[in-house]
């Protein structure tokens, strides 16, 4: 019968209702398709370079140094080369950082100086590497007469990580509830006491994944090694683990992909993909470490 | 130090946030081992004067001391050891806080910051104080499972047993029920009772005739003013010397 009144009963769909469901899913479908829209582009990305670097791919890649000026052969002077260069600079980046984030969150009052450390850090994270290039040619090539070596390229590294390490390791540390800290006090425990028993044990994942995304970053700069320490090509002993000194100027990997798809001629095509695959791979199997570490610690956080 | 002393003693203690004074120049005294209630609406200062007396005053970065309070009869503003000082002083927070630790070491916390190391001190230091805050019975089986799992009620009774961990002369309970239920509370009312005489207890409450059932003497806080402190028998009688008293604990403003 036309006209006839919506079926009775208490929680009968009126005309409102079937709205905004609507608009529920098609909310519901557009923020999916970004999210999807998302990773489309990695698999994209990954699956186009493990095609074209098909051909030269394998452990014999890995280990091999270049061969013929670098058209041939693998890339281990610059494998080892980009884990010295992210391994030092890590080493000194991140016990500085971590404990002057430290200080910054638990200790330090506010005050026009920590107002100023405080910029400071927030503008040093937004300096470009090639600035920060500069600086470590200045600051430790001929300053400090370090030379065009890995402990330039390092340091220099080390400068540009450290204020997102800082930043980072403030945010995990801002996270733990402040009565936590105000119940430590009122039984008379020290800052430090508070900050050892309370404080880091549920910080701790949050600053080493801080950490640990630094080494991504760090690994694929070009800019600021290129400036301060790595070079085109150094003779080094096929699969040695230990070729190069901190004096001495290194391979790595982000500049040899640079080398081999830019400025050397008629290079075996698969071979600058097969330099991107490795350093990608390397990259996502620290964060799939990172990303296990938190897992794992979190299982462990206590509220 | 001496034993006639008071157990508090606070003179003329004007306290600032800024450029806003929330405490005006207050003076009173508790005596040793009474139960001293602080009543008064929220915003009147009363948390603020705990903070004054085990000085964690000095971690809000704006805050303005001035005037004396001393404890135990030293001027808290001269001590040393302000380590001490917070242990001699207990405090219970408002909102129940189990530290993300063990049941054991939640309770175990002060004495390891204080130094103590001997599993067996340790031990029976829980023991008793989980016994104290009428706790140990429901948790004795699990002291290794994690204090923050516990339900809320058993969280502040954990808190006061952590707050009796450090054997304080003085145990301050701020608002101690808001978070949890009449069946708690009045269990804790009962602890409170039963530690009267071995300690000065103060209690800063919202709830009026909690410092009825408890109090000793109770003194009413009004924006950072002492309007009446006296007996709680005369607080709540129907005669208290100033009105405000009479028309607040009947709830007639406040």
Not at chain 1, 161 to 186: K, Q, Y
């Given at each position: 019968?036309d006209?006839a009144?919506?079926?009775a009963?208490?929680?009968?769909?009126?005309?409102?209702?079937?709205?905004r469901?609507?608009a529920?899913?098609?909310?519901?479908?557009?923020?999916?398709?970004?999210?999807?829209?998302?990773?489309?582009?990695?698999?994209a990305?990954v699956s186009?370079?493990?095609?074209?670097?098909?051909?030269?791919?394998?452990?014999?890649?890995?280990?091999?140094?270049?061969?013929?000026?670098?058209?041939e052969?693998?890339?281990?002077?610059?494998?080892v080369?980009?884990l010295y260069?992210?391994?030092i600079?890590?080493a000194?980046?991140?016990?500085?950082?971590?404990?002057a984030?430290?200080?910054?969150n638990?200790y330090?009052?506010?005050?026009?100086?920590?107002r100023?450390?405080?910029?400071?850090?927030?503008?040093l994270?937004?300096v470009?590497?090639?600035?920060?290039?500069?600086?470590?040619?200045?600051a430790?090539?001929?300053?400090?007469?370090?030379?065009?070596?890995i402990?330039s390229?390092?340091?220099?590294?080390?400068?540009?990580?450290?204020?997102?390490?800082?930043?980072?390791?403030?945010?995990?540390?801002a996270?733990?509830p402040?009565?936590f800290?105000?119940?430590?006090?009122n039984?008379?425990?020290t800052?430090?006491?508070?900050?050892?028993?309370v404080?880091l044990?549920?910080?701790?994942?949050?600053?080493?994944?801080?950490i640990?995304l630094?080494?991504s970053?760090a690994a694929?700069?070009t800019?600021?090694?290129?400036?301060?320490?790595?070079?085109?090509?150094?003779?080094?002993?096929?699969?040695d683990?230990?070729?190069?000194?901190?004096?001495?100027?290194c391979?790595?990997?982000s500049?040899?992909?640079?080398?081999v798809s830019t400025?050397v001629p008629?290079?075996?095509e698969?071979?600058p993909?097969?330099?991107?695959?490795?350093?990608?791979?390397?990259?996502?199997?620290?964060?799939?470490?990172?990303?296990?570490?938190?897992?794992?610690?979190r299982?462990?956080?206590?509220? | 130090?001496?034993?006639t002393?008071?157990?508090?003693?606070?003179?003329?203690?004007r306290?600032?946030?800024?450029?806003?004074?929330?405490?005006?120049?207050?003076?009173?005294?508790?005596?040793r081992?009474?139960?001293?209630a602080?009543?008064?609406?929220?915003?009147?200062?009363?948390?603020?004067?705990?903070?004054?007396?085990?000085?964690t005053?000095?971690?809000?970065?704006?805050?303005?001391?001035?005037?004396?309070?001393?404890?135990?009869?030293?001027?808290?503003?001269?001590?040393?050891?302000?380590f001490?000082?917070?242990r001699?002083v207990?405090?219970?927070?408002?909102l129940?806080?189990g530290?993300?630790?063990?049941?054991?070491?939640?309770?175990?916390?002060?004495?390891?910051c204080a130094?103590v190391?001997a599993?067996?001190?340790l031990?029976?230091?829980?023991?008793?104080?989980?016994?104290?805050?009428a706790?140990w019975?429901?948790?004795?089986?699990?002291?290794?499972?994690l204090?923050?799992a516990?339900?809320?009620?058993?969280?502040?009774?954990?808190?006061?047993?952590?707050?009796?961990?450090?054997?304080?002369?003085?145990?301050?309970?701020?608002e101690?029920?808001?978070?949890?239920?009449?069946?708690?509370?009045?269990?804790?009312e009962?602890?409170?009772?039963?530690?009267?005489?071995?300690m000065?207890?103060?209690?800063?409450?919202?709830?009026?005739?909690?410092?009825?059932?408890?109090?000793?003497?109770?003194?009413?806080?009004?924006?950072?003013?002492?309007?009446?402190?006296?007996a709680t028998?005369?607080?709540?009688?129907?005669?208290?010397?100033?009105?405000?008293?009479?028309?607040?604990?009947?709830?007639?403003?406040?």
């Amino acid at each position: 019968m036309d006209g006839a009144p919506p079926p009775a009963g208490r929680f009968a769909k009126t005309a409102l209702v079937a709205r905004r469901e609507r608009a529920q899913t098609v909310a519901k479908w557009i923020f999916g398709a970004m999210s999807l829209a998302m990773v489309l582009p990695l698999l994209a990305i990954v699956s186009y370079l493990l095609v074209r670097a098909w051909p030269s791919l394998g452990w014999e890649f890995l280990a091999d140094i270049p061969r013929k000026g670098m058209r041939e052969g693998g890339i281990w002077p610059a494998f080892v080369g980009t884990l010295y260069l992210v391994g030092i600079s890590l080493a000194v980046a991140a016990p500085i950082g971590v404990l002057a984030a430290i200080y910054l969150n638990e200790y330090a009052r506010e005050n026009w100086f920590n107002r100023v450390i405080n910029m400071a850090v927030i503008n040093l994270a937004g300096v470009p590497s090639i600035v920060h290039a500069l600086f470590g040619l200045g600051a430790f090539v001929y300053a400090a007469r370090f030379g065009f070596s890995i402990l330039s390229a390092s340091l220099t590294l080390a400068i540009m990580t450290l204020p997102v390490i800082i930043a980072s390791t403030r945010e995990a540390l801002a996270s733990v509830p402040r009565a936590f800290r105000e119940a430590c006090w009122n039984v008379g425990a020290t800052r430090w006491q508070t900050i050892r028993a309370v404080v880091l044990p549920n910080s701790i994942s949050g600053i080493l994944t801080g950490i640990i995304l630094q080494v991504s970053r760090a690994a694929g700069e070009t800019a600021p090694i290129m400036f301060t320490g790595a070079v085109f090509f150094k003779a080094v002993q096929r699969g040695d683990l230990f070729p190069y000194r901190l004096g001495d100027q290194c391979m790595a990997l982000s500049m040899h992909l640079y080398t081999v798809s830019t400025q050397v001629p008629n290079v075996k095509e698969s071979i600058p993909y097969a330099t991107a695959v490795v350093l990608l791979g390397s990259v996502l199997l620290v964060n799939a470490t990172a990303i296990a570490a938190r897992v794992w610690l979190r299982g462990r956080k206590k509220w | 130090m001496s034993a006639t002393s008071p157990a508090v003693e606070v003179a003329d203690l004007r306290l600032a946030y800024g450029i806003k004074e929330v405490l005006h120049g207050i003076s009173f005294a508790i005596e040793r081992n009474e139960i001293f209630a602080v009543i008064g609406p929220a915003q009147s200062g009363k948390t603020s004067l705990l903070r004054c007396l085990n000085r964690t005053i000095d971690l809000v970065p704006e805050a303005a001391v001035t005037g004396t309070v001393r404890v135990d009869g030293s001027d808290v503003r001269r001590v040393k050891d302000v380590f001490g000082l917070r242990r001699k002083v207990g405090m219970v927070a408002p909102l129940p806080v189990g530290l993300p630790l063990s049941i054991y070491d939640n309770v175990a916390f002060a004495p390891r910051c204080a130094g103590v190391r001997a599993r067996n001190d340790l031990d029976s230091v829980v023991e008793r104080c989980l016994r104290q805050a009428a706790l140990w019975d429901e948790v004795k089986d699990r002291l290794g499972s994690l204090g923050t799992a516990l339900s809320g009620g058993q969280q502040q009774r954990l808190t006061i047993a952590r707050a009796l961990s450090h054997q304080p002369e003085i145990l301050c309970l701020d608002e101690f029920s808001i978070a949890i239920d009449p069946v708690t509370t009045m269990r804790i009312e009962d602890v409170l009772k039963e530690l009267r005489g071995e300690m000065t207890i103060v209690l800063v409450t919202n709830l009026v005739q909690q410092a009825r059932r408890l109090a000793d003497r109770t003194m009413f806080l009004w924006n950072g003013d002492i309007v009446e402190l006296d007996a709680t028998e005369v607080i709540f009688s129907d005669h208290p010397a100033d009105r405000r008293t009479l028309d607040y604990v009947n709830g007639i403003f406040g």
